[in-house]
């Protein structure tokens, strides 16, 4: 999913490539891009389910407005993956309803 | 509290030329916007604008955007990113979200510029991931380099929708179609031949009815709606596609002055919901304006002039600028606006359907109806130019601001007067050198170098590209009509590229002489490259 080569973007200025856990799993993205990016180019496109009836979302704005992309990152939940930067370490996790789970 | 003169909320291009005008004219100033990253809609506009060279025309957004950015920072303005207004209060005093904490501050005038929202429509399955609004996409592809999907449905054929879907096919995404509720294309017709070429089909009354798929999307149904918008059942397509974007229109952003008790009004020509506003922009409420989208949907090369008009208002009322000087920007500025607000698409004519040009030539249907001309519709046209040997062919037909192809022919062959919404006419008393400049710069990359004596029997056409990989010269491949259909062989005999063209690219190739008029795009063939 990630653009290799784009005919009027030349640099998308991404940060070296980290270690990040997504579901307990070892992923990389690029530092500094959004979670939710990273996410999208492993193919990940749900992000959390409903409280009620457990529908899945995903990313929606990718603006931070509809926080239809929120997730448990470094344990806090309801994080906007869409314009929170990757960083090293950290620890994302599909929402369920407002709390963690396995992916599943 | 910290104070300033001036205030200005988002940091788009409506917000950095205020903020760019006050502090040239020496006022204090801070920026604030709720983004990580400055600049608002322009970093996601990799196409070239439209509009005349005092509107930056045939320089990209992004472009725009960083000569807005280099300029505030020279001019050492305050840009505070991450920063949300939630409100603006009595005596102008604002309060700011940053980072987790409200913080007030209070200056002597404020600038709304907060932009535009994207309109959503329900339909069944619309919450399913991989359903997403066209600024999404354009946020990930453009911004973050990641294609939105693999194959995609855009529901919306206004410019955004057109723009969007060309910058998917740029990013390597498959564009299953483009369909629009309306009996006619929203966007510039130019905007939607770029698409249409390249064999993307364009449905015009057609609506989504559903997305399917269990945990997101994997496939559309779209239908036929009669006159009053309603599907028509038995006409339903299913689409194999994994990503629905929604480009169904903006409404401005216009909740901080409603809250802040600004008159309001509804307006739907500007978009929705929208401040009253005085010329210079300034709302009911003294000394807080408005600029830009969040004053009614248009374009960022209003938005630009909107912010400066705003600026220059304030810093006369704080003593900055003199009435004189400020009588002269205010006449320039108009002038200007007046001068991008006109045409087919001006937004004084929205929803109205035109039949004619201002000359007095008659539309396509087929482009209005399927986004591309048809050649027995084209040929009413001034610029085609039959003559022997090598020539360009504009196919140009509605009434937009913009006139770079004017500007950048060294021979003078190309006439668009003035007036710069007119329809491009050939002087038919220069020759054209065939240098294929205005095949680059045209911003709705509708011109097209026709050269009918290259060899016996065979023709060549140059055309605008601007896809990966770039052929190279001796690829083969099929020539495609302006519908997107193959119409002959074809073989790539140059590809031109200079700094003037701005990574557009020439792109020749020789068909046989009765195809010169209807083969408009290449494709390479399959395997090859
Ligand atoms: C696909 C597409 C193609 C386009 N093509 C063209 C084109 O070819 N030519 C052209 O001239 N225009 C084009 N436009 C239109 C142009 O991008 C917009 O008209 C322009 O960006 C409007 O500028 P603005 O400054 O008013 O708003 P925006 O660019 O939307 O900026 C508003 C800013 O305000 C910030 N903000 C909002 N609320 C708050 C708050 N409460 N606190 C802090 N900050 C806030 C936002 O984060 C944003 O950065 C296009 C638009 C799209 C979507
Ligand atoms: S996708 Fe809307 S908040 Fe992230």
């Not at chain 2, 038919?428 to 011109?447: F, M, N, P």
Request: hydrophobic share 40%.
């Amino acid at each position: 999913m990630r653009i290799v080569a784009h005919p009027i973007i030349e640099d998308y200025q991404k940060g070296p490539l980290v270690q990040f856990l997504y579901n307990g799993e070892t992923v990389e993205g690029h530092a500094g891009e959004s979670i939710a990016a990273a996410l999208r180019a492993m193919g990940v496109r749900i992000h959390r389910y409903t409280t009620k009836q457990h529908k899945p979302r995903g990313v929606f704005c990718a603006i931070g407005r509809c926080t239809d992309c929120v997730m448990v990152v470094n344990g806090v939940s309801n994080v906007r993956t869409c314009i929170t930067p990757l960083e090293a370490g950290m620890t994302v996790q599909t929402q369920f309803g407002l709390k963690a789970g396995d992916g599943k | 509290m910290k104070r300033y003169e001036l205030i200005v909320i988002g940091a788009g291009p409506s917000g950095l030329s205020a903020a760019i005008e006050a502090a040239e004219a020496g006022m204090q100033v801070v920026v604030f916007d709720e983004n990580g990253r400055p600049g608002g809609q322009l970093f996601k506009q990799i196409h070239k604008f439209f509009g005349s060279k005092e509107h930056q025309a045939k320089v990209r957004g992004v472009r725009i955007g960083e000569n807005l950015l280099a300029k505030a920072k020279d001019l050492g303005i305050h840009v505070i990113l991450d920063a949300t207004v939630l409100g603006i209060y009595k005596n102008k005093e604002v309060s700011v979200l940053i980072e987790d904490e409200v913080q007030n501050y209070k200056a002597d005038a404020v600038i709304i510029a907060t932009g535009a929202a994207e309109n959503m429509i329900p339909f069944k399955g619309w919450d399913l991931p991989g359903v997403m609004g066209a600024g999404a996409a354009q946020t990930m592809m453009n911004i973050q380099g990641i294609r939105p999907g693999g194959k995609i449905l855009m529901v919306g054929s206004g410019n955004v929708g057109l723009v969007v879907s060309f910058q998917l096919l740029q990013a390597g995404c498959e564009v299953a179609a483009i369909i629009d509720a309306a009996p006619r294309v929203g966007g510039y017709g130019v905007h939607a031949s770029k698409v249409t070429r390249t064999g993307i089909p364009l449905y015009t009354s057609y609506t989504v009815i559903e997305a399917k798929g269990v945990d997101s999307v994997e496939s559309a149904v779209i239908a036929r709606v009669d006159e009053c918008f309603q599907p028509i059942p038995g006409t339903e397509i299913e689409l194999g596609v994994d990503t629905i974007c929604i480009a169904v229109g903006l409404s401005p952003m216009s909740q901080l002055a409603d809250n802040a008790g600004c008159q309001m009004e509804f307006a739907p020509g500007k978009g929705g919901n929208v401040p009253v506003l005085s010329e210079t922009g300034e709302t009911s409420i003294a000394n807080v304006y408005c600029a830009g989208d969040v004053a009614g949907i248009e374009e960022a090369s209003s938005a630009m002039i909107q912010g400066k008009i705003a600026a220059a208002a304030i810093a006369r009322d704080l003593g900055y600028i003199d009435d004189i000087e400020f009588a002269e920007k205010k006449t320039a500025y108009a002038e200007s606006l007046s001068k991008i607000r006109a045409g087919m698409f001006a937004p004084g004519n929205k929803g109205k359907v035109f039949e004619k040009t201002d000359e007095g030539f008659t539309i396509s249907d087929s482009l209005l109806t399927k986004g591309y001309l048809s050649e027995s519709e084209l040929s009413a046209f001034p610029a085609l130019d039959a003559s022997g040997g090598t020539h360009i062919v504009i196919e140009c037909t509605q009434n937009i601001p913009c006139d770079p192809c004017q500007d950048v022919c060294p021979a003078g062959c190309i006439i668009v007067g003035n007036t710069i919404t007119q329809i491009p006419k050939l002087d038919k008393d220069k020759k054209c050198s065939g240098c294929g400049l205005c095949v680059g710069v045209c911003s709705g990359q509708a011109i097209f170098l026709v050269n009918d004596q290259y060899e016996d029997g065979y023709g060549t056409v140059g055309l605008p590209y601007e896809f990966l990989p770039l052929p190279a010269k001796g690829d083969v491949g099929k020539a495609l009509d302006r519908s997107g259909a193959p119409v002959c062989d074809a073989t790539v005999v140059e590809v031109r590229t200079n700094k003037a063209m701005d990574k557009t690219a020439m792109l020749v190739m020789k068909v046989p002489v009765d195809q010169l008029s209807s083969a408009r795009f290449f494709k390479a063939a399959e395997g090859g490259n």
